[in-house]
């Protein structure tokens, strides 16, 4: 049974920094990419970054780039993304997912089979 459990979520001021986890089970984790989206009340999921199995394609959502960084331990089964210099539109429930590059690659989100439960994170301002 594949699982994946987020963590890291909270509420923190504008300016400040948060660690999301995604941790993986029951998956080849080492052979897929994984994503990081977020979907903020009101708004459509987006991608927020994608990392693939090697580390070596990354991808960043404009909105995030220069202040997010994504990275993964295969050893630990696990995608880590490094949030700073937060700010309140970033306030959303975040989500990772697991499955093939090319479903990334070609924005075929809605076929990806292996989503986490979300985790939320809040921005004060």
């Known amino acids: 049974q594949v699982q994946l459990v987020e963590s890291g979520g909270g509420l923190v001021q504008a300016g400040g920094s948060l660690r999301l986890s995604c941790a993986a089970s029951?998956?080849?984790?080492?052979?897929?990419?994984v994503g990081w989206f977020r979907q903020a009340p009101g708004k459509e999921r987006e991608l927020v970054s994608h990392?693939?199995?090697?580390?070596?394609?990354?991808t960043y959502a404009e909105s995030v780039k220069g202040r997010f960084t994504i990275f993964r331990d295969n050893a630990k089964k696990t995608v880590y993304l490094q949030m700073n210099s937060l700010k309140p539109e970033d306030t959303a429930v975040y989500s990772c997912?697991?499955?093939?590059?090319?479903?990334?690659?070609?924005?075929?989100?809605?076929?990806?089979?292996?989503w986490g439960q979300g985790t939320q994170v809040t921005v004060s301002s």
């Open positions: 029951g998956v080849a984790f080492n052979l897929y990419t």
């Open positions: 997912a697991v499955d093939a590059g090319p479903k990334f690659e070609s924005r075929s989100f809605a076929e990806l089979r292996y």
């Open positions: 990392i693939n199995w090697s580390g070596a394609r990354i």
